[in-house]
């Protein structure tokens, strides 16, 4: 009854639609499927596909992790036992009182890394994490700092470095989208934080909602697979025309390929998000949170479960511009954030390195800046800093056991080894294979990159 499938895919739809609706249901069978594959794959490439990057990569994907509010470098990962001694002492005129840390530090791993009770578990693999200790930024506001952190720009909203990523490399799986987010409430400047800018819209990170339900309306309401695959290429072969007729315009073709991405969702999200599939002893690794779907630890499952379907780049938010890291009045309340997101953290590395995953996926931890060596508000708390502070990285070529930077004894400023914003941005670029100066887009008569004019390769971290 039909033919068999010629090279041009409409000259096929248009002969399949003249079929009855019954070879799309029962008597279809598996000669339609196979013609319908055969159909899909016809008129070039995705524009989500894999790139070749500049130069060999040491990481296919990136797992970044935001703590919104500015965590404190010198309770957690950068031991100052001066500022232990020192407590109370103003060592500056017009400025306040040091502030020891509340928490005590003790050496974890082969490498002997002074780490904080607050993060035991990460502790644990420390071994495989390298720490930097002098990282700066250009401002102390949460809103710009933010925007700095995560796009390189605190002044204009400009895409954010999964956007980049994106752009620069495609995706491994086009049935999920290329760059994903995690976040359960919104953090400062909301979706600036992930949004593609003036780049192709299927460039902008997905968000998702943590919980049991984290991307709604993804269910097919068609019950025939062959039906619903015919009408999705008919659909996409009408907007292919339009999409022509209107001069090949960029924001037709964001729309287009977002219909692609929803549609694979459809096949695939429902799986990739059911953590429920997972053996307990791995979900014990994440800890008992997971059984919460909200969780972080639910998040960093999910998160491995992505990465290791294809999606290039996800980033998680463990809190929103609300009650998280921003303690002015008391630092002690790191210690109930600390307590939600040590454990998945340590996890994650832990399941994706006896997966064979880790050397391919890279690991970063940063907030948008640091806390203040000495008190704030009240003599309990610690205020923004961003002249100083530490991330974290992990996995996808970076030299584990390791720390790079030194600070000086009260934590305040770098002694030896400043590394900017932009220069992490153009490492974390190096290890997914690209050269942070060549990947540019022209937009308004200028090439932007997400270093701008500045950055360098942090060498001294990469194995």
């Known amino acids: 009854m039909m033919q068999t499938i010629r090279s041009n895919r409409r000259a096929f739809l248009r002969q399949a639609t003249t079929a ?3 070879i799309a249901g029962a008597t279809a069978g598996h000669s339609l499927h196979h013609q319908l594959v055969q159909a899909a794959t016809v008129g070039g490439g995705h524009p989500l596909a894999p790139k070749p990057g ?5 990481a296919k994907h990136l797992i970044l992790f935001f703590f919104t509010g500015g965590f404190s470098h010198v309770d957690t990962f950068d031991y100052k036992p001066l500022l232990q001694r020192d407590h109370g002492k103003v060592v500056k005129e017009g400025q306040k009182p040091l502030k020891a840390s509340p928490w005590k530090f003790q050496p974890y791993g ?3 890394k002074m780490i904080s009770e607050l993060f035991t578990n990460v502790g644990s693999v420390a071994d495989q994490m390298c720490f930097m200790h002098t990282v700066r930024g250009d401002s102390a506001g949460h809103s710009a700092a933010t925007l700095g952190m995560l796009t390189g720009s605190i002044t204009i909203p400009i895409h954010s470095i999964g956007s980049w990523l994106s752009y620069g490399l495609g ?3 086009t049935n999920l989208p290329p760059f994903v987010v995690l976040a359960a409430k919104e953090p400062y400047n909301a979706y600036l934080a992930w949004d593609s800018s003036f780049l192709p819209g299927y460039h902008k990170g997905t968000r998702l909602f ?3 339900n984290p991307l709604p309306n993804v269910t097919s309401p068609v019950a025939s697979v062959s039906r619903r695959e015919l009408e999705s290429l008919m659909l996409r072969d009408l907007n292919a025309e339009h999409f022509q007729a209107h001069g090949r315009e960029i924001d037709l073709q964001s729309r287009m390929t977002s219909f692609d991405t929803a549609y694979g969702l459809m096949r695939e999200a429902p799986e990739a998000f059911d953590i429920r599939q997972e053996p307990q002893h791995v979900l014990d690794m994440y800890g008992q949170d997971t059984s919460d779907p909200a969780s972080f630890a639910a998040q960093c499952l999910t998160a491995r479960r992505l990465v290791e379907r294809g999606v290039r780049v996800v980033n998680l938010f463990d809190v929103g511009s609300n009650t998280n890291w921003d303690h ?5 309340q790191h210690a109930g954030l600390a307590k939600k997101v040590d454990r998945p953290i340590a996890g994650l590395i832990k399941d994706l390195n006896q997966r064979g995953l880790l050397d391919d996926t890279l690991i970063v931890g940063c907030s948008e800046f640091g806390r203040t060596p000495y008190e704030d508000a ?3 708390g610690r205020g923004h800093y961003n002249r100083n502070f530490t991330c974290f990285l992990a996995g996808g070529g970076v030299k584990g056991g390791s720390s790079f930077g ?4 009260y934590g305040a400023t770098a002694a030896e080894d400043p590394v900017h914003t932009h220069d992490l941005h153009a490492t974390i670029l190096h290890l997914m294979g690209l050269d942070h100066t060549q990947l540019t887009y022209r937009y308004s008569g200028r090439d932007f990159r997400l270093t701008d004019i500045h950055g360098n390769v942090v060498h001294q971290v990469i194995a």
């Open 20 to 22: 009855t609706a019954s």
């Open 54 to 58: 500049h130069h060999p990569a040491r």
């Open 110 to 112: 082969e490498c002997g």
């Open 171 to 173: 995706t491994l799986n």
């Open 210 to 212: 943590p919980g049991s």
């Open 328 to 332: 002015h009045g008391d630092i002690n």
């Open 378 to 380: 009240t003599p309990k």
């Open 406 to 409: 030194v600070s000086d004894e």
